[in-house]
């Protein structure tokens, strides 16, 4: 696994980064010697916003979490990392096919955000669109942390929207014909 580092506003410590380490050399049993993982610290006001993400073979794990102790939100990212790969460890043994995860190549075309001094536009994140079923992508909504997930379904091969519902359920948004 190869490990990225991103420190705002503050410095990682020698133990503080041997701590890191030992734990995700844990995580190497779950993904290939390709996996990308970052590892985001940064300072906000006097709490510590750690952010764990882990890229390998087109699946995304991410988890968040802030505390004003260092190693106390980089574990609980850890834990909650843990936790999503334990449980959909079986779903996607299950329910997906072999390249379920496999990353596409696509020609997306870079969009100009909207210039409304209105709204101010922070991040513009863009990615290859893959057909899935909707089982797919709830689960790779899951994967990520997110309360949505864009995705092109591959039964109608429209781009569709599924999203968790408040009270714990699943909606999916398609396009009006």
């Keep these: 696994m190869r490990v990225n580092y991103t420190v705002k506003k503050m410095t990682l410590k020698p133990s503080t980064k041997d701590h890191i380490e030992a734990k995700l050399a844990k995580l190497q049993k779950f993904f290939s010697d390709n996996a990308d993982v970052s590892v985001m610290l940064r300072l906000e006001g006097n709490r510590v916003t750690t952010e764990l993400t882990i890229r390998d073979a087109g699946t995304v794990f991410r988890a968040e979490d802030s505390q004003v102790d260092l190693v106390d939100a980089f574990d609980n990212a850890y834990d909650n990392i843990i936790r999503r790969i334990r449980k959909q460890k079986t779903k996607l043994a299950k329910r997906l096919r072999v390249d379920a995860f496999e990353p596409i190549e696509a020609n997306v075309p870079e969009i100009d955000?909207?210039?409304?001094?209105?709204?101010?536009?922070?991040?513009?994140?863009?990615?290859?669109?893959?057909?899935?079923?909707?089982?797919?992508?709830?689960?790779?909504?899951?994967?990520?942390?997110?309360?949505?997930y864009m995705f092109r379904n591959e039964q109608t091969n429209e781009i569709n929207v599924v999203y968790e519902r408040k009270d714990g359920e699943f909606g999916i948004i398609e396009p009006e014909n």
């Design 113 to 148: 955000p909207i210039s409304n001094e209105d709204f101010k536009v922070v991040r513009t994140k863009s990615f290859a669109i893959k057909p899935l079923s909707v089982q797919e992508a709830i689960l790779q909504m899951q994967m990520v942390g997110h309360k949505f």
